[in-house]
C-alpha cells in the first residue's frame, strides 16, 4: 500500500490535543488533494513554500514554513511573528538563532542517545553532523531572484511590498529555498463538537478561515480507531465522505472522526489543516419521535402554489446550561442531553427532516444561528437572518429556501425599545404610558419581532411576509404579551402597507404568515385578537397584575388570520407547565391549509416523564403546515 506523506500545521486550542503535523493518506484519497498538498506543490515549483501573513491593520507578519533537511536531520514546523517596522536583518538573525537552537537540541539528544549504547559500526552508518560554536553554518537570508543578490538593510514591510509586487524573493534557510507566498487562504481555527451520535449530522462547532473563501474550499471526513497506545499519529483512517457535514453513520461507532480542510479561493490553494474528534462516535439515542413525523415529510413540495412551515422554540443554550436548568427547571433531564452540543445534533437532523420552505426559530442561540444552523442549512439551499432580543443572547431567526423564494426585505425590532419612536405606536402608547409600573415592566422587556418579505420565484407576482416573534413568559403577564401582540400587529401592519404601496402589491397575491412561541394560550386575549381581530376592554388579561391593570384600551387588527394548526392540547411540556403556546398564523383570505404534520402524543411525551429529554431536543415541539394560494391565476 502506497502511502503520501503530506505536511500541514498543527491546529492550536484543539479539545483533543492529538492533531499531527503530519497525515498518513491511502494512494486511492490523493487524487482529491492532488492540487493543495504541499508535497505537490512543494514538486510543482521544485521547492518548499514559506507562508507569510499579515492582517490588515496589523503590525506583526507571522511566518511559517517547514524545514526538512537530510544533512542536519531536522523536520520541523518552524512559526515565527516579526514586527513590520523591524529591519529584515535583524529578522533573518532572530531566524537564525531559533534554528541553530532547534539543531543543537537535536544533535545533543542524538550523542546522548549514542553514549555508551550504539556501537561503532552504526556511528560510522548514521553520523551526527557536528556543530561548532560557529554558526556560520546556519544561514538565514532573503535572496532577490531576478538580481540575483540578497535582499537588505530595510524594513520588513518594504519586503512585504517587494513579495506582493515582484513575487520572486525567496526565503534561503540552511541548504533549502523557499518561495514565499503572502496572504495564502489558510485556516485560522477549527474543532470539532464534543458530542458525536450515529445517525446525526456532524460538522466543525467552530471553522474560521482567512484569505479564503469557504464555498470554494474543500472538506474531507475519515474514521478511524485509537490503537491501544492511545496515540493518535498511529491510527489508520478510512475516507467516509465530503463535503461541510456528513450524517455519521452506524459504522462509526467506537471510531474517531478525522475532519480535513483544504482552504481555498478561486485563483488560490492554501495548506491543508486537520482536526480529530475529541471523544469517539457514540450510539445515537434509538428512534426519535420526530422522525415519526419525518415520514409525513420525506420530500419538499412539488406544487408551485404550495409551500411547507415550520415555527419551533428549540430552547436557547443559555436557558438550558445553568445549575438552575439542570437542578430545578429540567432536573428530569439527564445532563448529558441538555448540553449544546446533543441537543443540536437533534434539533439540526429534525428541523433538516421537515423538508420545510420557511422556518421561523424562536430562542435561537446567537453562536448556533452563526456556527450551526446557517452554515447546515445553506447547504440544503436556505438563507436566513438573525433578530436579537434586545442585548440578550438569543433571539429569532428566519430561513427561507432560495430556490423557492427572493427575499426583498428583512427587519426587526424590539418592542420596548421602540414605544416611544415608532410613530405606529403613539396611539397606543399614549394609552398605557400614564400607569407607571406598566409602562416600565413594557419598556424593560426585550422580546422582539421580526419579518421578512419574500417573492415567489414560481409566481413572481405572489409576494409573503413572513413575521417571527416570542413574547413575555410570565405568569403574571398576560396584559403585558396581549399589548406586545397588539404593539406587533401595528408593526406588521404598517410593514404590509409600506410594501403594497411601494411595491404596488396585489391582495390577492400577497399574505402574511405570523409564527412565534406566543406563550399564550387559546382562552388568552392573544389569540382572540389573531382570530377575531378584536379584543375589547373587558378582557381577563387586562387584569393579570393588578397594579400593572390596563383599563379602557381596545385592541384591533384588519387581518383574517386563523391557526394553521389549530389549537393542540399541548406545543410545550415540562414538569411544571403543559399548554398550546406556540402558532402559525396565516392570512386565511389568500391562503388555506393543505396539510398539518401530527404531533408527538403525550405518551412520547411523557416517555422521560417530559421533554426535553434525550429525544426531544427542546421543552417546546415543532409546529409543521402547508399552506397553499388560494387564487392561483
Known amino acids: 500500500m502506497l ?26 484519497h490523493y487524487e482529491p488533494l492532488r492540487s493543495v498538498s504541499s508535497f505537490v506543490l512543494r514538486h510543482r515549483y521544485n521547492m518548499n513554500i514559506a507562508y507569510f501573513r499579515q492582517l490588515p491593520n496589523e503590525e506583526q507578519c507571522s511566518i511559517s514554513f517547514h524545514l526538512v533537511n537530510e544533512r542536519y536531520k531536522i523536520n520541523k514546523v518552524f512559526n515565527f511573528c516579526r514586527n513590520v517596522t523591524e529591519n529584515i536583518d535583524a529578522s533573518a538573525e532572530r531566524m537564525r538563532a531559533n534554528i ?157 472522526l478525522k475532519f480535513v480542510c483544504i482552504p481555498k479561493t478561486s485563483q488560490e490553494v492554501g495548506t491543508l489543516s486537520e482536526v480529530i474528534s475529541a471523544t469517539e462516535v457514540q450510539a445515537g439515542p434509538g428512534q426519535c419521535p420526530f422522525e415519526v413525523r419525518h415520514l409525513f415529510t420525506q420530500s419538499k413540495l412539488a406544487n408551485q402554489y404550495q409551500f411547507r412551515v415550520v415555527t419551533y422554540n428549540i430552547l436557547a443554550d443559555t436557558y438550558a446550561d445553568s445549575d438552575y436548568s439542570r437542578t430545578e427547571l429540567f432536573g428530569y433531564c439527564p445532563n448529558y442531553a441538555l448540553h449544546i452540543d446533543y441537543r443540536k445534533q437533534l434539533f439540526i437532523k429534525e428541523i433538516v427532516g421537515y423538508n420545510a420552505d420557511i422556518i421561523c426559530l424562536q430562542e435561537v442561540d446567537r453562536k448556533i444561528f452563526d456556527l450551526d444552523l446557517l452554515p447546515v442549512l445553506r447547504l440544503k439551499n436556505f438563507d436566513g437572518n438573525f433578530k436579537a432580543k434586545g442585548n440578550t443572547a438569543e433571539g429569532l431567526a428566519i430561513f427561507y429556501d432560495v430556490n423557492r423564494f427572493e427575499a426583498l426585505d428583512s427587519q426587526g425590532i424590539t418592542i420596548g425599545e421602540c414605544l416611544e419612536t415608532l410613530e405606529q405606536f403613539q396611539g397606543l402608547w399614549n394609552q398605557i404610558k400614564t400607569n407607571e409600573k406598566l409602562a416600565a415592566r413594557i419598556k424593560a422587556r426585550s422580546q422582539a419581532v421580526s419579518f421578512t418579505l419574500l417573492r415567489c420565484r414560481q409566481n413572481p407576482l405572489k409576494h409573503l411576509l413572513v413575521a417571527n416573534t416570542h413574547f413575555y413568559f410570565h405568569p403574571d403577564a398576560d396584559h403585558i404579551r396581549l399589548l406586545q401582540g397588539g404593539f406587533a400587529m401595528l408593526y406588521i401592519r404598517d410593514m404590509y402597507e409600506r410594501f403594497e404601496r411601494e411595491l404596488q402589491l396585489d391582495r390577492a397575491h400577497f399574505g402574511i404568515v405570523f409564527c412565534g412561541d406566543f406563550n399564550s394560550t387559546p382562552e388568552c386575549g392573544m389569540y382572540r385578537l389573531m382570530t377575531e381581530r378584536f379584543v375589547g376592554d373587558e378582557m381577563a388579561d387586562w387584569q393579570s397584575n ?88
Open 546 to 633: 393588578e397594579e400593572e391593570a390596563v383599563r379602557g384600551v381596545t385592541l384591533s387588527q384588519p387581518f383574517p388570520f386563523q391557526s394553521a394548526c389549530g389549537c393542540p392540547k399541548f406545543t410545550n411540556y415540562t414538569i411544571g407547565f403543559q399548554a398550546c403556546i406556540d402558532y402559525i398564523y396565516y392570512q386565511c383570505d389568500v391562503l388555506r391549509v393543505n396539510d398539518v404534520v401530527p404531533l408527538p402524543s403525550e405518551e412520547e411525551l411523557l416517555a422521560y416523564d417530559a421533554i426535553p429529554s434525550p429525544v426531544f431536543p427542546s421543552d417546546h415541539v415543532a409546529l409543521v403546515a402547508s399552506l397553499e394560494w388560494t387564487n392561483k391565476s
Open 100 to 256: 541553530e537552537k532547534e539543531l543543537k537540541k537535536r544533535t545533543n539528544k542524538k550523542r546522548k542517545a549514542n553514549v555508551g549504547t550504539a556501537s561503532e559500526e552504526l556511528v560510522k552508518t548514521d553520523p551526527v553532523p557536528e556543530m561548532s560554536s560557529s554558526v556560520s553554518e546556519v544561514s538565514v537570508r532573503f535572496f532577490d531572484m531576478e538580481k540575483e543578490q540578497d535582499v537588505k538593510d530595510m524594513p520588513f514591510s518594504e519586503l512585504i511590498e517587494k513579495i506582493q509586487v515582484e513575487r520572486h524573493i525567496l526565503l534561503k534557510v540552511l541548504d533549502d529555498d523557499f518561495r514565499i507566498t503572502l496572504n495564502s487562504p489558510s485556516v485560522q481555527t477549527i474543532s470539532l463538537p464534543q458530542s458525536i451520535l450515529a445517525g446525526f449530522y456532524v460538522y466543525p462547532s467552530k471553522l474560521e478561515l482567512i484569505f479564503a473563501d469557504k464555498d470554494q474550499s474543500d472538506f474531507q471526513w475519515f474514521r478511524g480507531r485509537m490503537p491501544k497506545s492511545n496515540n493518535a499519529q498511529l491510527i489508520e483512517w478510512e475516507m467516509v465522505a465530503t463535503g461541510y457535514s456528513y450524517l455519521v453513520s452506524p459504522a462509526d461507532v467506537g471510531h474517531h
Open 3 to 28: 502511502f503520501l506523506l503530506v505536511p500541514c500545521f498543527r491546529i492550536k486550542n484543539c479539545s483533543s490535543g492529538t492533531i499531527s503535523s503530519l497525515i498518513l493518506l491511502r494512494k486511492t
